[in-house]
């Protein structure tokens, strides 16, 4: 399993036409999706 993480400001879309960020927090990867 490859899996790594990432820190930082997250920014995503969770639907069109809207953002939401999170500061100081971490995007965690496992076998290609976000867990």
């Keep these: 399993m490859d899996s ?3 820190k930082g400001e ?3 879309t969770p ?3 809207k953002f939401r ?3 100081d927090s ?3 990867c496992g076998d ?3 867990k």
């Design 15 to 17: 639907e069109p036409g």
């Design 21 to 23: 960020s999170h500061e």
């Design 4 to 6: 790594f993480a990432l």
């Design 26 to 28: 971490y995007l965690v």
């Design 32 to 34: 290609g999706k976000v």
């Design 10 to 12: 997250i920014i995503y």
